[in-house]
């Protein structure tokens, strides 16, 4: 399959809140599902990762789409397990979740030191995942290579990880974004 056709593959299944589940491969096709989760989101959107510093949270289709569900009025909870304040303070989705932030908009950044896994792995390798509106999901179950398995009506299973997610993020440390750029740089 293109790279064309995945993505009308999975604007698609988003349009249409297909409950199938579908593997995605790399960091293009991760970007495809991210920016389909933000924009068929109307409430929250639930991410855990690593640090968003590099890789698809640096993308710039990834940060409008976040700005876009931000200025639709969407919550936005980010939970980090691999924050680095020196490589936030270079990266343009930092700046953007200062800015907004500085705004009062509702996006919240935490960190935490616990690396879930999926418990029928094996291998027992950590995950990451997003969630949207406790429907759609993509869990990223090799975060090496950005594969993942995902689906955008699955709410069984969204909201499982939801409530990991929120078991955690109350327990986590926030951290203040817009205090890494100061009011003249955001």
């Known amino acids: 399959m293109t790279d064309a056709n995945y993505q009308e593959f999975v604007k698609f299944l988003a349009d249409t809140k297909d409950s199938r589940i579908f593997l995605n491969s790399d960091e293009d096709h991760a970007l495809d599902v991210l920016v389909q ?19 698809v949270g640096s993308q710039s289709d990834n940060i409008i789409a976040l700005s876009e569900f931000i200025e639709r009025g969407g919550e936005v909870r980010i939970l980090l397990n691999d924050y ?5 303070k270079e990266s343009n989705l930092f700046k953007r979740i200062a800015y ?23 291998n027992k390798k950590e995950v990451h995942f997003t969630v949207g509106d406790n429907v ?18 699955s709410p069984i ?30």
């Open 37 to 55: 989760i933000f924009q068929h989101s109307q409430t929250c959107v639930r991410i855990f990762a690593g640090n968003l510093c590099e890789h």
């Open 136 to 153: 759609s999901y993509r869990l990223e179950t090799d975060i090496e290579n950005r594969k993942a398995e995902c689906s955008f009506n």
């Open 157 to 186: 299973f969204a909201k499982t990880l939801s409530d990991f997610f929120d078991s955690i993020y109350e327990k986590s440390t926030e951290i203040n974004i817009k205090n890494l750029f100061g009011n003249d740089n955001i």
């Open 84 to 88: 680095k304040e020196d490589k936030a």
């Open 100 to 122: 907004y932030e500085s705004l009062g908009k509702k996006i919240m950044v935490k960190s935490t030191t616990i690396k879930p896994i999926r418990y029928s792995d094996p």
